[in-house]
């Protein structure tokens, strides 16, 4: 298991439309909306780093994204 966080943001406006999309994606395991840099948090629960990939290719892909940041949870 692959355990990804990523950072969106997007245009004003369509905070509800991507929060929507965003919560039923497959990996999908939580979606915050926070104030700051940010407009969303994603936790993202992938079987591979390959389909943790295509999970925020997807999410880029969201009409209204307009940028993200990807941090890969690794062992210690």
């Not at 999410?59 to 209204?64: F, H, L, S, T, V």
């Given at each position: 298991m692959v355990i990804g966080v990523t950072m969106v943001n997007v245009s004003p406006g369509s905070e509800k439309s991507?929060?929507?999309k965003i919560k039923e994606m497959k990996n999908v395991r939580d979606v915050y909306?926070?104030?700051g840099e940010f407009d969303f948090v994603v936790i993202i629960d992938a079987p591979?780093?390959?389909e943790l990939n295509k999970t925020v290719d997807s999410?880029?892909?969201?009409?209204?994204v307009?940028?993200?940041?990807?941090?890969?949870g690794a062992e210690i």
């Open positions: 991507v929060y929507m909306h926070v104030f591979s780093l390959a999410i880029r892909a969201i009409e209204g307009t940028k993200t940041q990807t941090v890969v």
